[in-house]
């Protein structure tokens, strides 16, 4: 079942803050977060495995909430460079192997 | 050092033609993934493979074969190619424990162009 991501687009200043969601009807056993700029391959950002958690990665960071249905990754003081594509890619019942996701969420910072 | 390299890059081809996508990793992961990205981006996962045996085949035709020779490599051939499958086909691996569990790494993609 694909993830909802919101909002599909977004377009920010330099230095502003985003937030993107991911939701799911059911539990998941995992979320990743990717980037993707045009014309390259997706890049992983993080992954949360725990109902709760929360995690940084310089200015970007994520959560996954307690019932492990929904994440947020949080772009704060945004820089030219977090322009791209961001996925967020589940893992849920049936497979280990297996992600599946989002739509994605097209995010321009300019100048 | 290219961790997941993918040849050709850019693939021009008629309708009806077979063509084969070729995949390798070399950071000695047991997982591999054939990802199709349209051209509205969204990604979705076609095969994995893990340690040469398959074990994720989504709802592809049967046009499309997957082989891993062994698990450093994953090919994908097409056959009789139609204007549906152009798009930008991506190669991914992961560790043994499943790509749910575990960052994926991509390759740089084979934009199949079908005329």
């Known amino acids: 079942q694909q993830p909802v991501q919101s909002p599909q687009a977004v377009i920010l200043r330099e230095g502003e803050d985003a937030v993107i969601n991911c939701s799911s009807s059911k539990a998941l056993y995992s979320v990743h977060w990717y980037r993707q700029k045009h014309g390259e391959a997706p890049v992983f950002l993080m992954i949360l495995l725990k109902g709760g958690e929360q995690k940084g990665h310089e200015k970007i960071s994520a959560s996954f909430n307690e019932k492990k249905q929904q994440s947020s990754l949080y772009l704060t003081a945004s820089q030219l460079s977090y322009s791209g594509t961001y996925f967020c890619?589940?893992?849920?019942?049936?497979?280990?192997?297996?992600?599946?996701f989002g739509k994605g969420t097209l995010l321009t910072v300019n100048p | 050092d290219t961790a997941v390299s993918q040849t050709p890059k850019y693939l021009v081809t008629q309708m009806g033609n077979d063509k084969s996508i070729k995949c390798e990793q070399n950071?000695?992961?047991?997982?591999m993934y054939w990802y199709k990205q349209d051209s509205k981006k969204f990604l979705k996962i076609m095969f994995s493979y893990n340690n040469k045996e398959l074990i994720i085949n989504e709802t592809v035709p049967n046009r499309f074969s997957p082989k891993s020779p062994d698990k450093a490599h994953l090919n994908l051939h097409i056959n009789s190619l139609e204007l549906g499958d152009s798009a930008v086909y991506f190669c991914?691996?992961?560790?043994?424990?499943?790509?749910?569990?575990?960052?994926?790494?991509f390759g740089p993609g084979t934009r199949l162009t079908v005329l």
């Open positions: 950071l000695g992961h047991d997982t």
């Open positions: 890619g589940t893992g849920s019942g049936g497979s280990n192997y297996k992600l599946t």
């Open positions: 991914a691996s992961s560790q043994a424990s499943g790509g749910a569990y575990n960052e994926q790494f």
